[in-house]
């Protein structure tokens, strides 16, 4: 069975720092890309880091220097580092698993079931 587990999502203040990890199960996914992106109440889903199969990677404008994506491929999983976090960064986490690392969820053929980050001020 295919499948993508996200945890990790807590309520945190602003600030702080936590760390998303993701967990693929079947063996296809070892050679897949892997993204992470978020969706606020009321707002599209938004592109946030992706990671390739050979571990090159790609972050949105606004999270470069705050968010670190890696990948453990041995074990399946890609986790999601965030530092400095933000009210604004307040959303449902998803990871997500398609052949290349993309910005468009479309191209993203798996999906998990989120898990919710909560920063206050």
């Known amino acids: 069975q295919v499948q993508l587990v996200e945890s990790g999502g807590a309520s945190v203040q602003a600030g702080d720092s936590l760390t998303l990890s993701c967990v693929a199960f079947?063996?296809?996914?070892?050679?897949?890309?892997r993204g992470w992106f978020r969706q606020a109440p009321g707002k599209e889903r938004e592109f946030v880091a992706a990671?390739?199969?050979?571990?090159?990677?790609d972050y949105a404008q606004s999270m470069k220097g705050r968010f670190t994506i890696s990948r453990d491929t041995a074990n399946n999983v890609v986790n999601l580092q965030m530092s400095s976090l933000k009210p604004e960064d307040t959303a449902v986490y998803y990871c997500a698993s398609g052949p290349l690392v993309t910005d468009y969820p479309s191209t993203y053929d798996y999906w998990g079931q989120g898990t919710q980050v909560t920063v206050s001020s």
């Open positions: 990671i390739s199969r050979h571990g090159d990677t």
């Open positions: 079947g063996d296809a996914f070892k050679s897949y890309a």
